[in-house]
């Protein structure tokens, strides 16, 4: 039996349970994205909340600064169609504030959790929010959809290239409707810039260069006691043991290798992704890369403080992704498309062209050529639409995993060459590295025990 | 900066400089492994499984007299570096050792701080010595170390591999049979699946689900072997079943589906 089109999977199961029913017949108790999806109507953010059986049921992993400021409070608690009731982290502090701003806003009192396992056995979630530091993107995400949740998990996707495949395996084997953070797909310069990009406003593309900053020295700090509130064995969790000091958590993960990639997969994850957006490289990647960083001159942090990588493209594109532009005419952060007639450079704040005519061309609907998903000044908002809207009808996102893990992979793809100091090809298609087994060695690693992926 | 032991000790030496000596030794290690540079890999190599398990006499203390005025045993040699360097020297291996270097990390692995640093670099090493090493680890009494042992097993293959995961598949540890069966979905032989199905039909609710979660896995792991009609016979299997939670069968369902 098929599945229907449209119908999520609790609708699905339960209508396919007992005696084999037509797919129009539909379970007469749906709740949760069931029922939105067989309502089949759009998302309105309209500031009251739709009836409870129309709201997504989510718990929040990581209830860290982003997870509670950004989206919990910023986000999930104004949502209509979202409603939380579980919050985990292994920060009591964390996880006690994330509850008392849900209880403030909901007069609920949400689960509370240390393990992430835990949360993942409730019935009732719908889906997961994973706002925890990089290297525990993969082991959460999977877990999340081994119990069937729909994912929404922050960017960069992966700490390793070999997580991002499984993650994809994963979301593709049990079906999940799995949105990446990458939000700058959802807004609106963004898009327009790849929409003059893809329907060839600035002609052929030559180069693109990404900026996307350095980061300051920090200073030691001695190894000291963790404090009580902080399971730090379970905050390293996949990760080496390694001895605690404040400095190495909360925020400045970023710039520890054994959690993360430092700028590059910080801030390379959103505009490295938009390239591949551009480029319409979104289930490929290129086929070579180089680079140059310097390390860190006192602290300890072991990612690579300032670099210059250079990527090659198949069809002969060339990416360059530095921490600043070479000489000042645009602004530190940002990206520069120079194609064969202008030049666009966009960033947060604005976009400009080589000619100010080129900006004001805007699409027919037949022309589009990426994913609209919305109008909303906010990107967040339409990029949570997104991903509810897609919930009800099950198709990919705009920011899909495999999205998200071919653009981690560019960033991936960087720091490896730069820890490996020679220039490097890479094989899109089976994913590997060519005739550089080492450097295959660097695709995964291994975890440290009990986790496994 | 010269590979030697007054470099290594310096991974003992304050914060920043253990750090500022590992982070060039990790760099000086990468570098070995460029094409052409396989002299070098092994000389950094053989040094540092050489220096891993190396030890020094004892130092030197006034020993109390014993009973009837006679000396005292002298104290037995003491390692040169400190558990934390040793782990840091097994991380560095783990980049460029090879078979020859495996019987050190195995004398490592016998001191329980080190086993899991040993494990890891073994697990980036994909030699049959270091899966030899592996598959001599699960007689290693603790389960906490065995389910590391047993992940590192999942990504290889071969018969001898196989065998030791099954026969796992009754391991007394909880942790240790999960973790079985999740290390045979990722290596394609069908004869595992009668092992695993048998799990799933337990009681225990969470062996139940990690069996049946493993079935989804080794299905698609036989599938894109090649073994569609394996791989089938496993989905729908679970499709019938009642005992089957609601993911699962709809995996099943979406891998059926996949195969046409």
């Not at chain 1, 938009?274 to 140059?292: H, K, N, R, Y």
């Not at chain 1, 298609?429 to 080492?438: K, N, R």
């Not at chain 2, 049979?177 to 009681?203: N, V």
């Not at chain 2, 569609?228 to 089957?244: H, L, Q």
Request: aromatic share 8%; glycine share 8%; hydrophobic share 35%.
């Amino acid at each position: 039996m098929s599945e229907p089109k449209g119908l999520p999977r609790r609708g699905f199961l339960k209508a396919s349970a007992g005696t084999l029913a037509a797919a129009s017949a539909l379970p007469t108790m749906l709740t949760g994205k069931a029922a939105l999806a067989a309502n089949n109507k759009k998302t309105e953010t309209t500031g009251a909340s739709a009836p409870p059986s129309e709201r997504i049921t989510v718990g929040l992993i990581g209830c860290g600064d982003l997870g509670r400021r950004l989206h919990l409070s910023g986000k999930i608690l104004k949502h209509p169609n979202l409603q939380c009731v579980a919050v985990c982290d292994v920060d009591q502090h964390h996880v006690i504030d994330a509850a008392r701003r849900v209880r403030n806003v909901t007069n609920k009192q949400p689960s509370m959790y240390h393990d992430f396992r835990k949360l993942l056995e409730r019935k009732d979630l719908d889906a997961v929010f994973v706002v925890t530091p990089d290297h525990w993107h993969a082991l959460c995400s999977v877990a999340a959809m081994e119990a069937g949740k729909d994912v929404y998990c922050e960017k960069p996707l992966t700490l390793t290239i070999d997580e991002g495949r499984k993650m994809v395996a994963a979301a593709r084997r049990y079906g999940t409707v799995f949105q990446t953070g990458s939000m700058q797909r959802s807004d609106l310069r963004f898009r327009q810039s790849v929409e003059l990009v893809r329907n060839g406003k600035i002609g052929k593309i030559k180069t693109v260069q990404t900026y996307i900053g350095t980061v300051p020295d920090a200073d030691w700090e001695p190894y000291q006691t963790p404090p009580a509130n902080l399971d730090w064995n379970f905050w390293l969790g996949p990760a080496p043991w390694a001895d605690y000091f404040p400095g190495r958590c909360h925020y400045q993960f970023r710039w520890f290798s054994e959690y993360s990639g430092g700028k590059m997969t910080d801030w390379g994850a959103h505009h490295n992704d938009q390239v591949q957006w551009a480029l319409g490289m979104d289930q490929s990647g290129p086929v070579f890369v180089e680079g140059t960083g310097t390390p860190f001159a006192k602290g300890p942090y072991n990612v690579m403080r300032a670099f210059e990588v250079h990527y090659r493209y198949a069809n002969g594109i060339d990416l360059f992704c530095m921490s600043k532009p070479k000489n000042k005419t645009h602004d530190n952060n940002g990206i520069l498309y120079e194609g064969s007639d202008g030049w666009i450079f966009v960033n947060r704040k604005k976009i400009e062209a080589s000619d100010p005519e080129i900006l004001k061309w805007q699409p027919s609907p037949d022309e589009k050529k990426v994913i609209d998903t919305g109008p909303s000044e906010d990107n967040w908002e339409n990029h949570y639409g997104n991903w509810i809207e897609c919930i009800k009808t099950r198709e990919r996102p705009v920011c899909d995993v495999e999205v998200g893990h071919r653009s981690a992979t560019v960033c991936h793809l960087g720091n490896i060459a730069m820890a490996l100091g020679r220039p490097l090809k890479w094989d899109p298609a089976a994913e590997q590295f060519v005739g550089d087994d080492e450097a295959n060695n660097l695709v995964g690693r291994p975890m440290r025990a009990p986790w496994y992926l | 900066m010269d590979l030697d032991t007054n470099t290594l000790k310096k991974l003992d030496g304050n914060q920043v400089t253990a750090f500022q000596t590992y982070e060039s030794l990790l760099d000086m290690a990468r570098k070995a492994t460029a094409p052409g540079k396989a002299d070098d890999r092994k000389r950094i190599a053989a040094f540092l499984a050489a220096e891993l398990n190396a030890t020094d006499p004892a130092p030197k203390e006034e020993p109390p007299k014993g009973k009837n005025n006679e000396p005292v045993k002298e104290k037995p040699p003491v390692p040169r570096y400190s558990m934390s360097a040793r782990s840091q020297i097994i991380q560095l291996l783990g980049i460029v050792a090879g078979d020859d270097e495996v019987p050190a990390l195995v004398t490592a692995s016998q001191e329980l701080t080190l086993r899991e640093p040993v494990r890891g670099s073994l697990d980036r090493m994909r030699g049959q010595a270091a899966t030899d090493a592996l598959l001599a680890a699960l007689t290693d009494v603790g389960p906490e170390y065995r389910v590391g042992v047993v992940n590192s097993l999942g990504v290889r293959g071969g018969k001898k591999v196989v065998q030791a995961l099954q026969g796992l598949t009754d391991d007394v540890d909880n942790e240790v049979r999960l973790a079985a069966w999740d290390a045979l979905a990722r290596i394609p032989d069908a004869g595992s699946d009668a092992i695993i199905a048998a799990a799933a039909k337990c009681k225990c609710p969470v062996a139940r689900l990690g069996a049946n979660k493993a079935r989804v896995r080794l299905a698609e792991t036989l599938a894109r072997s090649g073994d569609k009609a394996a791989a089938r016979r496993i989905y729908e299997d679970i499709r019938r079943s009642d005992t089957v939670a609601p993911a699962q069968k709809q995996a099943a369902e979406i891998g059926i589906k996949a195969l046409g």
